[in-house]
C-alpha cells in the first residue's frame, strides 16, 4: 500500500474554522461498512441508529492549555507544545524557535518564569520548571488548536474544543467524535436505555503528526497512554455474549480498545500504546464508530479505511465534499459500521 492511495482533495473553505452554534447541530453521514451505502442524517438521528444492547464508549480526556509563549535569554521568541507534564516541575514538549537552544538553556515565560532544557533528544525537549508546571500552564498556557484553523484561540474555544465529560487532564488535542455531545443528549442515551461508559487515551502531538514514507509500513505513531477499569472490561465481554455492539466515539476510543486486546482477551489496561491501524488490521471489539472526518494521507484515514474498506471511505468522502460537509475538528460526523472480512 502507498500513502498516495490515500489522498483527496478538499476545498479550504470545507475546513471548519469555527465551532458550529450548537454540539448537536451537527451533520451526520452514516455509511455501511459492508455495502458502501451512505446517507445524509444529523447528527440528533444518531438516538435512532443506536440500540439497547449496545454499549457505547467515550474518551474522557481533558485537552490542557497546552501552547505556551516566551523568549530565550538571548531574547529570540519560542513557542512550546506540551506534550505530558511529568511531574509538578518536570514537562514534555515541542519547541519552535529560532538559532540554537542546547541543554542548560533556560526560556523565560510569562510573569518571568524560567523554564530549563535538561534533556533533548531529536525534536522532543524536557523542562524543569521554577514554579508548579500544572498550575502555570493552566493559568498561562491556551488551548492548542490544530493547524489547520488558521486563526488564534479565542475564550470560546476552552469550553468548545473540549467535550462536556472530559475530566482526565492530559490531552493536547480533543477526542473531537465527542465534540458534538451535550449532557442532556447524554440523559437522551440513558432514557432510551442505551449503556455507556468511558476510558481515557490522552492524546498527544503524533495526533498531526504527517506520514512522511510513501510506504506506510515505514510510519511509526507515537506512545500515547490509555486507562481501561476492569468495569468497562467486564461490561464489554456482557454485550458481546448478549449480542450486543460495541460502539467507539472518536479514533481514540477505538485505538483504545483494539490496544487492551494485545495480550488476548479483553482486561483493565493502563499502559502506553503506538498501535497504528491501517488496511489488512483485523478489528477484534469494535462493531461501529462515530468519528469526524479525517486529513488526506493521514493515519486517522488509514485506520477509518480499513475499518470501512478504503474505496467505501473515499465514495463517502467525494460525496461529503459534493454535500459540502464540514471537516476537521469543529467539522461535522460519520457514523460508520464494521466491514466484515
Do not use: W
Amino acid at each position: 500500500m502507498k500513502l498516495k492511495e490515500f489522498d483527496y482533495k478538499l476545498p479550504v473553505e470545507l475546513i471548519a474554522q469555527e465551532p458550529i452554534s450548537k454540539r448537536t447541530s451537527s451533520r451526520l453521514l452514516v455509511l455501511d461498512g459492508n455495502s458502501g451505502h451512505y446517507q445524509d442524517k444529523k447528527f440528533i438521528d444518531l438516538i435512532d441508529i443506536l440500540r439497547p444492547s449496545d454499549l457505547i464508549i467515550f474518551n474522557d480526556t481533558k485537552v490542557i492549555k497546552a501552547r505556551l509563549y516566551g523568549s530565550k535569554e538571548t531574547g529570540g521568541r519560542v513557542e512550546l507544545l506540551v506534550e505530558r507534564v511529568v511531574s509538578n516541575h518536570l514537562v514534555r514538549c515541542q519547541i519552535k524557535f529560532s538559532g540554537n537552544l542546547s541543554v542548560g538553556s533556560k526560556l523565560i515565560l510569562s510573569s518571568n518564569e524560567i523554564a530549563t532544557i535538561i534533556e533533548r533528544h531529536d525534536g522532543i525537549f524536557f523542562l524543569s520548571f521554577d514554579c508548579n508546571a500544572y498550575l502555570f500552564i493552566d493559568k498561562f498556557g491556551s488551548i492548542p488548536l490544530p493547524p489547520y484553523i488558521k486563526r488564534k484561540p479565542h475564550k470560546e474555544d476552552a469550553i468548545r474544543y473540549q467535550t462536556v465529560y472530559a475530566r482526565n487532564q492530559g490531552a493536547i488535542a480533543a477526542p473531537t467524535a465527542g465534540l458534538h455531545f451535550t449532557k442532556e443528549y447524554l440523559s437522551l442515551l440513558a432514557e432510551n436505555g442505551i449503556e455507556y461508559d468511558f476510558l481515557t487515551l490522552h492524546v498527544g502531538a503524533g495526533t498531526f503528526s504527517p506520514i512522511r514514507s510513501e510506504n506506510i509500513l515505514e510510519h511509526k505513531l507515537h506512545e500515547e497512554r490509555v486507562i481501561i477499569s476492569d468495569n468497562l472490561c467486564k461490561k464489554i465481554i456482557e454485550t458481546k455474549n448478549n449480542n450486543g455492539r460495541i460502539i467507539a466515539i472518536g479514533t481514540t476510543c477505538l485505538r483504545a480498545l483494539e490496544s487492551a486486546l494485545a495480550s488476548g482477551y479483553v482486561k483493565g489496561f493502563d499502559n502506553k500504546t503506538n498501535l497504528f491501524i491501517y488496511p489488512g488490521y483485523k478489528f477484534k471489539i469494535v462493531d461501529a464508530m462515530l468519528t469526524n472526518f479525517h486529513l488526506p494521507k493521514s493515519s486517522l484515514l488509514l485506520l477509518v479505511s480499513a475499518f470501512a474498506g478504503k474505496e467505501n471511505i473515499l465514495s463517502a468522502y467525494k460525496y461529503a465534499i459534493q454535500k459540502k460537509y464540514r471537516f476537521f475538528s469543529y467539522g461535522d460526523a460519520m457514523f460508520i459500521t464494521l466491514k466484515n472480512s
